[in-house]
C-alpha cells in the first residue's frame, strides 16, 4: 500500500461544478497535511493546510478525518483557472520534517 | 522579495558526466530539499537538510550528492553514477517550529540527458 494515495483522474467537470477529492494516508503518526496545487510543467504551490476542524478558503474547503485517515479537498464552482493536478502531501509524523507527496489528481474544467 | 530561486531552467548532461543544480532561498528558512518528480510520478525525496552542515539521504539518495554550507544555499550535483538522471529537480524549504512546517517550493530546473 502506498504511503499517500490519490485518484489519478482526471477529472473533467463543466464550469460551475463542484467536485471533490480524497486522499488516503496509512502512517497513523502523521500530523500535518497540506493540498498543493501543481499546473504542468511548473513547482507545486500551496493551496491550503488541512486542519482537524476543516477549513475553508473561498471556494475551496478542506477536511481531515483522522480516525479513517483521510483528507478531502471540495472546490465549488469550478473555473477554468482551476485545472491542474492538486496534490496530497503528508508528513512522516510529529517532529519530522519529511514529507510524503501523492501523485496528484488532474482536474480539467471545461467550458 | 522573498523565494527560492533553482538555476538552470533546464540543464543539459552528458554521458559520464557530473552535473549540479543550484538552489538557494531568502526566506531564513533552516530546512531545505530536493525531490525529483518523473512523469505521472508523485515528488520522491532526494536529500534534505535540517541545519547547516548537516544533510540526509531520502528515498532515493543513490547517484547524487550535496552540501549544505550556508543556511541560504543547497546545491545537488547528479553524478555520473545516476543511471537515469532525466527528470524535473524541485528544490524546498521549510521554516522551523509549530505550525511554520509550510514547504515553498523553487521553479525547478529539467535535467535531460543528451
Known amino acids: 500500500r502506498k504511503e499517500v494515495e490519490q485518484d489519478p483522474g482526471p477529472f473533467n467537470v463543466p464550469e460551475g461544478a463542484t467536485v471533490a477529492f480524497n486522499c488516503t494516508y496509512s502512517?497513523?503518526?502523521?500530523?500535518?497535511f497540506f493540498w498543493y496545487r501543481q499546473d504542468c510543467r511548473k513547482e507545486p504551490k500551496l493551496l491550503m493546510s488541512v486542519y482537524s476542524s476543516g477549513n475553508e478558503d473561498g471556494r475551496f474547503t478542506a477536511q481531515l478525518n483522522r480516525a479513517s485517515q483521510y483528507i478531502s479537498l471540495l472546490i465549488r464552482d469550478s473555473k477554468l483557472s482551476d485545472s491542474a493536478t492538486y496534490l496530497c502531501?503528508?508528513?512522516?509524523?510529529?517532529?519530522?520534517?519529511?514529507?510524503?507527496f501523492g501523485t496528484g489528481t488532474r482536474l480539467k474544467v471545461l467550458a | 522579495d522573498g523565494g527560492i530561486t533553482q538555476s538552470p531552467k533546464y540543464l543539459f548532461r552528458k554521458e559520464g558526466q557530473n552535473v549540479t543544480l543550484s538552489c538557494e532561498q531568502n526566506?531564513?528558512?533552516?530546512?531545505m530539499y530536493w525531490y525529483r518528480q518523473d512523469p505521472g510520478q508523485g515528488l520522491r525525496l532526494i536529500y534534505y537538510s535540517q541545519i547547516v552542515n548537516d544533510f540526509q539521504k531520502g528515498d532515493i539518495a543513490e547517484g547524487y550528492s550535496v552540501s549544505r554550507e550556508k543556511k541560504e544555499s543547497f546545491p545537488l550535483t547528479v553524478t555520473s553514477a545516476q543511471k537515469n538522471p532525466t527528470a524535473f529537480y524541485l528544490c524546498a524549504s521549510t521554516s522551523s517550529g509549530p505550525g511554520q512546517e509550510t514547504q515553498y517550493f523553487g521553479p525547478g530546473t529539467r535535467l535531460l540527458v543528451l
Open positions: 502531501v503528508v508528513n512522516k509524523g510529529s517532529g519530522t520534517y519529511k514529507y510524503i
Open positions: 502512517n497513523s503518526a502523521s500530523q500535518s
Open positions: 526566506l531564513n528558512h533552516d530546512a
